[in-house]
């Protein structure tokens, strides 16, 4: 048995704030709709985000997406009208910069990140 995609769930309040919200962080509509209450982006060739409505979970989640050029990525979230959070040196090199959704779900870009330490 193969896991073959990675499928990350953010819970959210309102969906069509939302879709704009997560519409300004991948700079894009969302690739699937599959039901009024979740929308999805395919974010890389196996991963996946999907958004929901559940009112109930919404605020308690940690998206961590691993980015090419944080610097780059930091300038077009930020031509787009989000704010991300200032870039924090942690450990080996990493940085992250967190944004916040409407929500309070907290989403980290990471820059320099290694499949090993």
């Known amino acids: 048995m193969?896991?073959?995609f990675v499928l990350a769930v953010v819970p959210v309040s309102d969906i069509g704030r939302a879709r704009?919200?997560?519409g300004q962080l991948f700079g894009r509509?969302?690739?699937n709709n599959p039901m009024e209450s979740l929308i999805e982006w395919h974010i890389?060739?196996?991963g996946w985000v999907q958004v929901t409505h559940q009112s109930e979970r919404a605020g308690n989640a940690y998206?961590?997406?691993a980015v090419s050029d944080l610097?780059?990525?930091i300038a077009e979230l930020t031509?787009?009208?989000l704010k991300p959070g200032a870039v924090q040196p942690v450990n080996k090199g990493v940085l992250l910069s967190p944004i916040d959704d409407p929500d309070g779900n907290t989403i980290t870009?990471?820059?320099n990140f290694r499949v090993k330490y």
Do not use: S, V
Request: hydrophobic content about 30%.
């Open 2 to 4: 193969a896991i073959e």
């Open 20 to 22: 704009e919200w997560y």
């Open 29 to 31: 509509e969302p690739d």
């Open 44 to 46: 890389t060739d196996n």
């Open 63 to 65: 998206l961590n997406l």
């Open 71 to 73: 610097d780059q990525h």
């Open 79 to 81: 031509e787009r009208g």
């Open 109 to 111: 870009l990471i820059g």
